[in-house]
Structure formats: C-alpha cells, structure tokens
C-alpha cells in the first residue's frame, strides 16, 4: 500500500474574542482576511499567512484557557523568519510582547517566541 501525501490545509486558533485575536493577526504579522462566517451563533474570521490558512475561532465563554508549557498535544505554531532582529523589531513596533527573548539553542539557528491572545505563543525561527 502507497503512503498517502499529506500536506497543511489549515490551522484554527481559538479564543474567546474573535475580534481581537483577528486584529493581532492582521496588524501584527500582516495575515490577509480572507472571509467570515457565523457557524453556530460563533465567528469565525478566515486568514491566510504566507500560504497557511488560520481559521480564528470563537469558543463559548468558559472554554478553559491554553495550558502552560509543557502539556500533550500540540504546543505552538512556528513561523519562519529571514531577519529575526528586523522581525522583533517589526512585531514589537505593532504591539507584540516577547514570550521568551532571541536565544541561539544551537549553531545556525535563532529563534523566540512571541505571546499571542489567549495565552498561546509563535515561535520565530531564523535558520542559516
């Protein structure tokens, strides 16, 4: 049997405040809308981000919040950077605050991480 292919469609980031998470993925990382639909009386505001689709998602009030590090399952979304120190400056000019500083883990790459709404994270990623 052939393995099938897989490739990304998509990811969905969930909030309580659909508004303000599309805003800081808009202004912040520049994330192009690409629609909005209300499924189940909750938003959804559709992005494409260098190719990935980010569906934002409302959840219902109560929806417990994004575990701290380290928990099962996925843990953050890491987007590719070829200037971090341009980067950082860029996000940090739009509002965003560092999670964790620049830090080299090891030869060739540099990476940090980037606090998102609802307490989630993007990590930068500079290889090279």
């Not at 805003?23 to 909750?42: L, P, S």
């Not at 509002?95 to 080299?104: D, E, I, N, R, Y």
Request: aromatic content about 8%; overall charge negative.
């Amino acid at each position: 049997m052939e393995t099938p292919r897989y490739s990304i469609d998509h990811i969905h980031y969930r909030t309580l405040d659909p508004e303000a998470a599309a805003t800081f993925w808009r202004d912040v990382f520049g994330a192009t809308e690409t629609g909005r639909v209300v499924n189940n009386g909750r938003l959804r505001v559709m992005f494409d981000l260098g190719g990935l689709a980010i569906f934002v998602e409302e959840v219902p009030a109560g929806t417990p919040p994004t575990p701290p590090p380290a928990f099962l399952g996925l843990e953050h979304l890491a987007l590719t950077v070829t200037d971090m120190d341009a980067a950082v400056a860029h996000l940090t000019a739009k509002g965003a605050t560092l999670a964790k500083p620049v830090s080299s883990p090891r030869p060739g790459i540099r990476i940090c991480f980037v606090n998102a709404p609802d307490g989630a994270q993007v990590e930068l990623v500079q290889r090279g």
